[in-house]
T-cell receptor, first 116, second 113 residues
Framework: NAGVMQNPRHLVRRRGQEARLRCSPM?????VYWYRQLPEEGLKFMVY????????ESGMPKERFSAEFPKEGPSILRIQQVVRGDSAAYFC??????????????FGPGTRLTVL | DQQVKQNSPSLSVQEGRISILNCDYT??????FLWYKKYPAEGPTFLIS?????DKNEDGRFTVFLNKSAKHLSLHIVPSQPGDSAVYFC????????????FGQGTTLQVKP
């Protein structure tokens, strides 16, 4: 009964490169959320996806960031042309299909992105 | 605009005593509240939640209290154990707002043996 999986756990990129972060939700979960934690801060919502749909991307920076959750495979958070300010821990969370009762989000271990 | 605030960055308590972590919110649309515990280099772990229709929820050593009129909630841990030492995050969501979680800044709890 695996939990939320994220890979890689650590990612180092040079300025201008692309970063791809992957998230596999818990079995049976169809909702995926991405959050970012900057040093010494709380987690900030970025985007909420269901299979093949972006439901809420109000927390995503307008440029360079994109997310997808295809019908098959993990959810991907993609950061193009990374800058030093993108260095952070990126967490994915998943929740089951809504049953009318508020669903708890379960988090993965995170990907720590370092931009040199 | 910090909609969820944890005003105490840190808290230190003796093993066996009660730990009380506090959280305030400003958005009256929030109707579901959660507490997460986080160890360094790990993801947040769900602890306990409470719906706005309740004022108390208990799970073992953990109890969450909600005061809607004051827009305040608290997490009580009794008795505190050294393994409880971690960062605790309060989070809130609104059913009308896609269920995304709004987090506080966190409180670092240290339980001394």
């Amino acid at each position: 009964n695996a939990g939320v999986m994220q890979n890689p756990r650590h990612l180092v990129r040079r300025r201008g490169q692309e970063a791809r972060l992957r998230c596999s939700p818990m079995k049976g979960h169809s909702h995926v959320y991405w959050y970012r934690q900057l040093p010494e801060e709380g987690l900030k919502f970025m985007v909420y996806l269901q299979k093949e749909n972006i439901i809420d991307e109000s927390g995503m920076p307008k440029e360079r960031f994109s997310a997808e959750f295809p019908k098959e495979g993990p959810s991907i958070l993609r950061i193009q042309q990374v800058v030093r300010g993108d260095s952070a821990a990126y967490f994915c969370a998943s929740s089951p299909p809504s049953s009318g009762v508020r669903d708890t989000q379960y988090f993965g271990p995170g990907t720590r992105l370092t931009v040199l | 605009d910090q909609q969820v605030k944890q005003n105490s960055p840190s808290l230190s308590v003796q093993e066996g005593r009660i730990s009380i972590l506090n959280c305030d919110y400003t958005n009256s649309m929030f109707d579901y509240f959660l507490w997460y515990k986080k160890y360094p280099a790990e993801g947040p772990t769900f602890l306990i939640s409470i719906s706005s229709i309740k004022d108390k929820n208990e799970d073992g050593r953990f109890t969450v209290f909600l005061n809607k009129s004051a827009k305040h909630l608290s997490l009580h841990i009794v008795p505190s154990q050294p393994g409880d030492s971690a960062v605790y995050f309060c989070a809130a969501s609104a059913r009308s707002n896609t269920g995304k979680l709004i987090f506080g800044q966190g409180t670092t709890l240290q339980v001394k043996p």
